[in-house]
């Protein structure tokens, strides 16, 4: 059986975790420190490779969050028993300045503007596995936030 149809479940895993309020960076939201980025660099994407633990645009502020979701990536894989040496790519975009809209409506739970999470992997079979949706964020802003005690990542 071809165990790379389970990179959809690794997607679905990834997207989860990352959306979540427990993504923690410093503290904070890590989606809104990431939507700060985006507003500091004048741009609506900011896009993480899991695979080089890199993110665009470049910054070491997410080093942590990088190292832990390249971890993440690579025990789910292990747990599926599916070699790192299968997956070409593994990429998390954040497009705060999505152009397509949601399809449903999207309860606002946050203060804000909506924003487009998508995490794919690529196969070494070409074959993209991709979850993708909507939610509302603003800017890390500590003023309005309450710093949590612990870091996830």
Request: glycine share 8%; charged share 25%; hydrophobic share 35%.
């Amino acid at each position: 059986m071809d165990r790379r149809k389970e990179l959809s479940n690794v997607v679905s895993g990834l997207y989860g975790s990352f959306i979540s309020r427990n993504n923690d960076v410093a503290g904070y939201w890590g989606i809104g420190k990431l939507c700060l980025l985006a507003q500091e660099r004048e741009t609506g994407i900011v896009e993480l490779n899991l695979l080089t633990e890199t993110i665009a645009p470049e910054t070491t502020q997410f080093a942590r969050l990088l190292r832990g979701y390249h971890s993440f990536l690579k025990r789910h894989l292990s747990a599926r028993r599916i070699p790192l040496t299968w997956v070409v790519s593994a990429n998390i975009e954040l497009n705060f300045r999505p152009e397509d809209r949601p399809k449903k409506h999207i309860p606002i739970v946050s203060w804000g503007s909506l924003f487009k999470l998508t995490v794919a992997i690529k196969d070494d079979k070409n074959k993209e596995h991709i979850a993708c949706g909507f939610s509302y964020c603003g800017p890390h802003n500590p003023t309005k936030e309450h710093q949590s005690v612990g870091e996830r990542f």
